[in-house]
């Protein structure tokens, strides 16, 4: 049950991170209970922990409790999927491809991602994202002094991009989701899902990283103030990526951090990072692309430690 001193780096995809003090694998509701509650009472932080794949951990670690969800189970009816939070992406893509579903085949190739954290950040990819398959999520209120359980309906998860009402309420934690798919031709489905893992092996460096490092510029005011950025009007979006390439990062290294030399809006670990050395890296971008463009980059990924 609960650990201590455990090591955080073998836990994300970044592979960085010290250790967390504290650490309580979570195999369900009443574990993340009696978790919650040992921290509270101990006057400690608490954070939950899923497939670490959006996350950067100090090199001193974590001081408080980590709660590392371990729920994995889910049940396919008919077209709708009742899962766990720690259910991964990647098992449901899985599925999709047994029974023929459709709506997370734009999930495949990242392997760690779980069904909470995808929900809670509202992932997503190539014009999908979770807010298009998500039916109800089950919360746990962390701040309740029962921790009630409640569900909330897809227009009650303040889903945007890259957002929800569970980044923003730190204290609610996803228990469970329903995910409705689309029944199609296996085939199809298939065939989606090796274009997605194909682009993605272009596209993507194949060194630990936690994904895209910043958010793309979604601000219409700001797509529309340069002459440069006219051909971002369609897409309706600056990708980070070129902003950080335009500043002549592209392949810029800090200790055992780089930023991409396939994808400027990657960060990757050539072996030996330290997470300061990301966070350098991190700042480096934010304020050359501020100097050139006026452009403040915000992260997409978290941090756990700092
Ligand atoms: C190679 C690679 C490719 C990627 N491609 C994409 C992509 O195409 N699109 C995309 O959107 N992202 C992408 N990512 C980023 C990442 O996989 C997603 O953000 C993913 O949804 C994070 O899920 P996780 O389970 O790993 O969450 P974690 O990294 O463990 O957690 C992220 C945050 O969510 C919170 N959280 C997690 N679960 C819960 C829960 N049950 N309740 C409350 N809070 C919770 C955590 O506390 C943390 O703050 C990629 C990452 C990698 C490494």
């Not at 889910?74 to 893509?93: F, P, R």
């Not at 997370?104 to 398959?133: C, D, H, K, Y």
């Not at 272009?202 to 793309?216: E, L, M």
Request: aromatic residues 8%.
């Amino acid at each position: 049950m609960l650990k201590e001193n455990i090591s955080l780096k073998t836990l994300t995809s970044f592979q960085i991170g010290g250790l967390a003090r504290y650490f309580w694998p979570a195999e369900g509701a009443i574990d993340i209970k009696s978790a919650i509650e040992w921290a509270k009472g101990k006057g400690l932080p608490f954070f939950i922990l899923a497939g670490g794949s959006n996350l950067l951990v100090a090199d001193q670690g974590f001081e408080g409790l980590i709660i590392k969800l371990q729920t994995t189970n889910y049940k396919l009816q008919t077209n709708i999927v009742h899962c766990q939070a720690g259910v991964k992406l990647s098992d449901l893509v899985k599925l999709s491809l047994d029974q023929g579903l459709s709506g997370l085949e734009w999930a495949s190739g990242i392997p760690q991602a779980t069904v909470g954290g995808a929900i809670w950040g509202n992932a997503g990819a190539f014009g999908r994202n979770m807010a298009s398959v998500v039916s109800e999520v089950e919360v746990m209120e962390a701040q309740n002094a029962k921790r009630k359980v409640k569900s909330y309906q897809n227009k009650e998860c303040g889903f945007a991009y890259k957002d929800s009402i569970f980044k923003q309420n730190k204290n609610l934690i996803i228990l469970s989701a329903d995910l409705v798919l689309e029944k199609k031709n296996k085939q199809e489905v298939k065939e989606e899902v090796k274009k997605v893992l194909q682009y993605r092996k272009d596209h993507h460096p194949s060194q630990p990283s936690a994904g895209s490092v910043f958010q793309n510029i979604k601000d219409k005011k700001i797509i529309s103030s340069r002459p440069e950025f006219a051909v971002f009007q369609e897409r309706k979006e600056i990708p980070a990526g070129w902003l950080i390439e335009q500043c002549g990062l592209k392949g810029k290294t800090i200790g055992g951090a780089q930023i991409s030399t396939k994808h400027t809006n990657f960060i990757v670990n050539t072996g030996k990072a330290q997470a300061s050395d990301v966070k350098q890296l991190i700042s480096s971008a934010k304020q050359a692309v501020w100097q050139k463009f006026a452009i403040t980059l915000e992260e997409e990924i978290q941090y756990l430690g700092f």
